[in-house]
């Protein structure tokens, strides 16, 4: 710029100002825009029909309690249980609380539906325990070799709301 006659540099100066300011109002463009878009909806699974799923699951109170078993003649286990009543309506699941807990979208408590799976610490490990919703803070579960049956039971219950971890939803 030594060179330069005085109106050129003047000239100079303001096309890079010109530039600077152009430069700067599209980065402000770029981040307004990125700050207004849509956030992503996390979408939470819809539940299943459950009329025949939770009558199903209630006409198999009584059943016995036989560890690592899922079948009526044989007897359930708390996954076993629920493994088969989803199965019998065509939603293959987990074979294990815990792999069903890892595999299915959460729900918050609040938004629980019947037939959502509710899950329980009951030995020290997460996801130990789980049980079928039925309503009114009722599921249904093959919970011991103590009880020795499917049974109905109540989340408002000293021993099960303490032990309570979560909702999935199939």
Request: aromatic share 10%.
């Amino acid at each position: 710029m030594r060179f330069m006659n005085k109106p050129l540099t003047i000239f100079v100066i303001q096309i890079r100002r010109h530039l600077v300011i152009r430069l700067f109002l599209a980065l402000a463009v770029i981040m307004i825009h990125g700050c207004a878009s849509t956030p992503e909806i996390k979408q939470v699974a819809q539940p299943v029909a459950q009329p025949r799923l939770v009558s199903y699951a209630l006409s198999l109170q009584g059943a016995p309690y036989r560890y690592g078993k899922d079948t009526p003649e044989e007897g359930f286990d708390c996954s076993g249980f629920v493994r088969h009543v989803y199965q019998k309506q065509g939603i293959a699941l987990p074979r294990t609380a815990k792999d069903m807990a890892l595999t299915l979208p959460p729900i918050p408590k609040d938004a629980v539906h019947s037939g959502d799976l509710v899950f329980f610490n009951t030995n020290g490990q997460p996801f130990s325990h789980v049980g079928i919703y039925v309503n009114n803070d009722n599921f249904i579960h093959a919970p011991s070799r103590r009880t020795g049956r499917v049974l109905v039971s109540s989340l408002k219950n000293d021993y099960w709301h303490k032990r309570f971890i979560g909702v999935r939803r199939p």
